[in-house]
């Protein structure tokens, strides 16, 4: 190999070969000189070190002739140590390039992964000269034929979704019909009996949490404990390598052609808000080292501190230019090369803060929307941070769907049988046209769920009035507080037939609300077989039992609810409108899109904070085609009360019966009973949907 580094080229950051040889291109805007170091192949020793020898704008780059893929490297960034002024350059720490695609080795804990010395009292503003070498992985130069775009994906309308929320590893490790060697990977996650399972629910997108590289946190090691859900990113660029099966890197593409070819979506949680650096006390793996005052919002006057918006002791500064083209670049990446279908974003107010605050028209979504392939995949935002004015649900641009809380708590508040939440559910079960309808926004645009990743399973929030953290090494103070869940008297499992009865019934209602509802559908990994985690709500250090999902005690009863709910969903297209729905009458025949009504077919008496019980006709908004628009009537009725109630049924039009397509009072909850045009009785805490059925129709 050609010992001489010739100026190469900048127009593409990170490491590139091209046949020849491999150019080198890092961004750092206040950086003095950029040394490229090279390892042996089991990156235990320092090779060759090469200065990069040109400087165009903020991009430093090189060319190393005949240098091949597989080389093993990592960068030391030269420049002021001076945290006060916001800069904490270190050449003695070994950096990871933030455009890597893979790495090799892991992080091991030491104190010269820090760039400061922990043992002198001026703390951060003291220098290291540990050489961090030794502690850190290494980027690994990647052949040409790894950025071979994806072939053609499935095409899934927002309409049609029934997003599954998944981690890769939880929830294959106790899958019995998942090989033993590929359990916890990404290979395992699309292997047969996972597919099958997807398939039979009726699942169109998979919703994995962070697959980007990520760091274990100090202080959960020292518990002897791991950062299991993934958010604390450090490789945009980079599959997890902790999920990897024998194929290695290229299990996350086999993956994802594995699932397209079964007509299954696949998205992304990501997490580009903080990284993995933490806050002032962190280490220096890569950004901080590569130019701190760059990647990351400091505080205005005291930049050695960092803006905290995300609570992870960092925030990621999206609105330096290099900075927003890393992340464009990385989401391009993992749509064209790695074939993923689209993304959710973590914390995404912080991706919008401007000078002046959060702006639904800042630069990153600016950026994003008019990108020619971001602007063709399914982008989801979880519509705020901690920082000031945080909370922007309904807020963003009209590409985004939203995570919508306001559902999930509402849908809880209403089945726990608190006051004035059937009001508040009324307008969750139209896609919160209070939040969403504004912009041209479709109803689509709440994503909603009952329970996430990130709180109780829907079993707990039947088992639990408290969570039960403790696992997790903080005295039971972390996760939420505010759960709105219901033990039914017991706290934990109980085995009293009669509170297993309620507590089935009521995740029967719960999941009922949440497919019967304008929007779109996420439903977390396991609740279709009434997976719990003993009441811990806060599971994102439980790299264990508690946090994987239980296979062996499923509930198939649950599951075949599941599959049933999806189905009526799939049948009625009434159920998944694109346009909101607010009583105007429709030109077909002058009756209203959706009508409410009390259980004596009378207008409801919204002003009566108790209201436990309400009807709900869908007759939509005039979108489906005519010949649809009476077949595809709806009627809904909910029932709280622990009382059974009788309903009068509103008439049927000429030619048509209801028919009843579901009752959540049975575990066999799809009795398809023809019914006559009078009425029924709607049992205590349950749901009943009928649909209007011609005559002839006998099914």
Known sequence: ?????????????????????????????????????????????????????????????????????????????????????????????????????????????????????????????????????????????????????????????????????????????????????????????????????????????????????????????????????????????????????????????????????????????????????????????????????????????????????????????????????????????????????????????????????????????DALRQDPVLANVHLIAEPWDIGPGGYQ???????????????????????????????????????SAGHFDKDGRRAVSSVNLVTAHDGFTLADVTRYSRRHNQNNGEDGRDGHNANFSDNFGVEGASDDPGIQVRRSRRQRNLLATLFLSQGTPMLLAGDEIGNSQNGNNNAYCQDNPIGWINWEDRDETLVEFVRGLAALRRTHSSLRQSRFLHGVARELDGLPDVEWLDFDCRPLDWRDPGLSKFALILRGSGELPPENQVHDTLLLLFNRDEESVPATLTSAPSGYRWQLELDTSETDAFPKTRLSNGGLTVQGQSVVVLALTPEGDLS
């Open 1 to 365: 190999m050609n010992k001489r580094m010739l100026p190469g080229s900048f127009s593409r950051l990170g490491a590139h070969f091209d046949g020849d040889g491999t150019n080198f291109a890092l961004f750092s805007a206040n950086a003095q000189k950029v040394e490229l170091c090279l390892f042996s192949d089991d990156g235990s020793t320092e090779t060759a070190r090469y200065l990069l020898p040109e400087r165009s704008g903020p991009v430093w780059h090189g060319y190393l002739p005949g240098l091949r893929p597989g080389t093993l490297y990592g960068y030391r960034v030269y420049g002021p140590y001076a945290p006060e002024h916001g800069h904490r350059f270190n050449p003695f720490k070994l950096l990871l390039d933030p455009y890597a695609r893979e790495f090799r080795g892991s992080f091991r804990q030491h104190a010269a992964l820090s760039g400061f010395d922990h043992d002198d009292p001026a703390g951060d503003l003291s220098f290291s000269k540990l050489d961090s070498a030794p502690y850190v992985p290494k980027c690994v130069v990647l052949p040409p034929d790894s950025l071979v775009p994806m072939a053609e994906r499935p095409e899934c309308r927002a309409e049609d979704m029934l997003i599954y929320e998944a981690h890769v590893k939880g929830l294959t490790m106790q899958h019995p019909d998942v090989p033993d060697d590929v359990r916890g990977t990404y290979d395992g996650l699309a292997s047969e009996a996972m597919i099958e399972h997807l398939q039979k629910l009726g699942v169109t997108s998979i919703e994995l949490l962070p697959v980007h590289a990520f760091v274990d946190d100090d202080f959960l090691i020292r518990k002897g404990l791991r950062n299991y859900w993934g958010y604390n990113t450090i490789g945009f660029f980079v599959p997890e390598p902790r999920y990897h099966g024998s194929s290695g890197r290229s299990g996350f593409r086999d993956m994802v052609q594995r699932f397209h070819a079964a007509g299954i979506e696949v998205l992304l949680d990501v997490v580009y808000n903080h990284t993995a650096e933490g806050d002032h006390r962190g280490p220096t793996l890569a950004f901080r080292g590569i130019d701190n005052a760059s990647y990351y919002r400091l505080i205005q006057g005291q930049p050695r501190y960092y803006v905290n918006d995300t609570g992870t002791g960092n925030t990621i500064n999206a609105a330096h230019p290099y900075v927003l083209r890393m992340i464009l670049d990385s989401l391009r990446y993992w749509v064209e090369v790695m074939g993923v279908d689209g993304f959710r974003f973590d914390l995404a107010t912080t991706l919008g803060r401007e000078a002046h605050g959060f702006d639904p028209n800042g630069g990153f979504f």
């Open 393 to 431: 649900l309904g807020r963003f641009p009209p590409e985004f769907g939203e995570w919508n809380d306001r559902f999930r708590d509402t849908s809880r508040k209403y089945w726990r049988g608190d006051d004035h939440s059937a009001q508040e559910l009324a307008g969750c079960v139209l896609g």
